[in-house]
Nanobody, 125 residues
Framework: QVQLVESGGGLVQAGGSLKLSCAAS????????IGWFRQAPGKTRDGVSF????????VYATAVKGRFTISRDLAKNTVYLEMNNLQPEDTGVYYC??????????????????WGQGIQVTVSS
């Protein structure tokens, strides 16, 4: 069965960096949509970054563009989210997502079938 297991979260000061990992099992990353959402306390769950199933290209939310980088290691079947210049507004629970039928990618939470358990990222000011 499909499983997504996140790691790498934690507490960091503003301006610092973290790298999240999502180990996928039960399917191959190549050719499937995968990415990250996040949810701040009291707010909606928002899309952060995705790798398109169509061509492997990367897309980013405006709020993180230029600071976050999504990548994948097909040999390890793992997707990463490298986060630089973190700010307090980046605080939240980060979720890895995957879908085996999606064409491209989607910022809509309801479009994704598989979700990791979530991992906390806290940025102090």
């Amino acid at each position: 069965q499909v499983q997504l297991v996140e790691s790498g979260g934690g507490l960091v000061q503003a301006g610092g960096s973290l790298k999240l990992s999502c180990a996928a099992s039960g399917f191959n990353l190549d050719g499937n949509a995968i990415g990250w959402f996040r949810q701040a306390p009291g707010k909606t769950r928002d899309g952060v970054s995705f790798i398109s199933s169509s061509d492997g290209s990367s897309v980013y939310a405006t709020a993180v563009k230029g600071r976050f980088t999504i990548s994948r290691d097909l040999a390890k079947n793992t997707v990463y989210l490298e986060m630089n210049n973190l700010q307090p507004e980046d605080t939240g629970v980060y979720y890895c997502v995957a879908d085996l039928q999606m064409l491209g990618y989607s910022f809509y939470t309801g479009a994704w079938t598989y979700w990791g358990q979530g991992i906390q990222v806290t940025v102090s000011s």
